[in-house]
């Protein structure tokens, strides 16, 4: 079956960085589109950035265009998510996201917390 296994996250200052990690398995990685959400505390779950099944188009939230970026190895079917200049309203937790034949699976999710 799908497996969504996020990792990366923590405690970080404001701007700083952190690197997510998705690591993927039960499907043919490399044939679906992968996607980056968060959902911080009372808040509802929002997309982040998103990448194509072949990494050759990207897009990204208003809130993060510019800091952040998604990327893919296929050959370790893993998706990335960079995030640069943290800032405390990035604080949530991230979760990996393949939409495989209609259907979404999600990660158990990573916490960021960004805070001095």
């Known amino acids: 079956q799908v497996q969504l296994v996020e990792s990366g996250g923590g405690l970080v200052q404001p701007g700083g960085s952190l690197r997510l990690s998705c690591a993927a398995s039960?499907?043919?990685?490399?044939?679906?589109?992968m996607s980056w959400y968060r959902q911080a505390p009372g808040k509802e779950r929002e997309l982040v950035a998103g990448i194509t099944s072949t990494g050759g188009s990207t897009n990204y939230a208003d809130s993060v265009k510019g800091r952040f970026i998604i990327s893919r190895d296929n050959a370790k079917s893993t998706v990335y998510l960079r995030m640069n200049r943290l800032k405390p309203e990035d604080t949530a937790v991230y979760y990996c996201?393949?939409?495989?034949?209609?259907?979404?699976?999600w990660g158990q999710g990573t916490q960021v917390t960004v805070s001095s």
């Open positions: 039960g499907f043919t990685f490399y044939s679906y589109a």
């Open positions: 996201n393949a939409r495989i034949n209609r259907i979404d699976s």
